[in-house]
């Protein structure tokens, strides 16, 4: 696997610290947000999206 970033990545996952985490960590290597996160529930917990480009 090439150790090269991708330009657009989609953050997905349930709405807890790890998350948060995932999107700080995206923004740290240079990743900056793109459009507003998306948030819905499967019945059992909240699940966010967040895409995240570089520019």
């Known amino acids: 696997m090439s150790d090269e970033r991708l330009t ?23 990743y900056i947000l793109y459009g507003s996160p998306s948030i819905t529930h499967d019945g059992e917990q909240v699940l966010v999206a967040q895409a995240v480009i570089l520019p």
């Open 8 to 30: 657009y990545r989609l953050l997905t996952g349930p709405d807890d610290a790890a998350f948060c985490e995932r999107v700080s960590a995206a923004l740290a290597d240079g």
